[in-house]
């Protein structure tokens, strides 16, 4: 449930969206660019028993869920970074006008690393509201359809798993990726 200030914050988030777009709105969506990300899992672990376990079982749990945030942040940044060179090698004038940044409020995409990697690339941020409802065009046509494949999987170890994501998006028109 939303507080308040949420709710709040929601709404002048919408404002300042519309009054960035005044009367240009092709202009300004052809100069955003967004990237998205999810999570492919070999072995879902049961975190809130976490609290039944001996302290060895803990503190090991713990260790997982920490080097989750750590992949994620990385991969975050080499979103970022891959972003910018699609956007150079594919739509030069977009750089030169000015790219609008868009992405969720992930902690990390909010995390420092992260932000700077945006900062390097030049690009400006636009405001998403936290906890907002809105998918990203990749969860509809992308991450769907790679879920459904994988749906009930199992994998031998991570690199399996790996040359299955992989496999499945070798079979794709590459223009699906960097769409700019």
Known sequence: MLT???KQRRLQTSKDFLELVGDNIDEICDRIVTVDETWVV????NLNRVHAMDEKRRKAAEEIQGSKVGIEAMATIFGIVKAREAVVQKRRGKLSRGVLFLQD???VHMAWVSKQALKD???SEIDHPPY???LA???YFLFSNLKKEL???RFVDDNQMKMAVESHFDCKEKNIFWVV
């Not at 070999?42 to 672990?45: K, S």
């Open 42 to 45: 070999n072995t879902i672990r």
């Open 4 to 6: 308040p200030f949420d």
């Open 137 to 139: 065009p990749s969860d």
């Open 151 to 153: 749906r009930d999987r």
């Open 105 to 107: 409020n992930a902690s």
């Open 132 to 134: 907002s409802p809105d």
């Open 121 to 123: 690339t030049g690009f």
